[in-house]
Nanobody, 112 residues
Framework: QVQLVESGGGLVQAGGSLRLSCAASRNIFSILAMSWYRQAPGKQRELVAR???????NYADFVKGRFTISRDNAKKTVYLQMNSLKPEDTGVYYC??????WGQGTQVTVSS
């Protein structure tokens, strides 16, 4: 059974940093594109960042310059380094792979 397990969420003050991790179980992890999404209360889930198997990245405009997505194929893990956090970054962060699997999410709360 395919699993994606997120970790690293928590409560942080505005301007702070968090690093999210998503551990995957697929043996073909290295060729999959991996994405981070987030969902704020009462809002739709939105794409935050994506990284291809080859390491190409793209970001939502609202996180450019603040968040960095990366991957370690040997560990089958994708990361989201979040700096200069804002209260509007609060939400549940999910990772997803290009085969349609989703993790359970990790809560990020940024206080003002």
């Amino acid at each position: 059974q395919v699993q994606l397990v997120e970790s690293g969420g928590g409560l942080v003050q505005a301007g702070g940093s968090l690093r999210l991790s998503c551990a995957a179980s697929r043996n073909i992890f290295s060729i999959l594109a991996m994405s981070w999404y987030r969902q704020a209360p009462g809002k739709q889930r939105e794409l935050v960042a994506r990284i291809t198997g080859g390491g190409s990245t793209n970001y939502a405009d609202f996180v450019k310059g603040r968040f960095t997505i990366s991957r370690d194929n040997a560990k089958k893990t994708v990361y989201l380094q979040m700096n200069s956090l804002k209260p509007e970054d609060t939400g549940v962060y999910y990772c997803s792979d290009s085969r349609g699997s989703w993790g359970q999410g990790t809560q990020v709360t940024v206080s003002s």
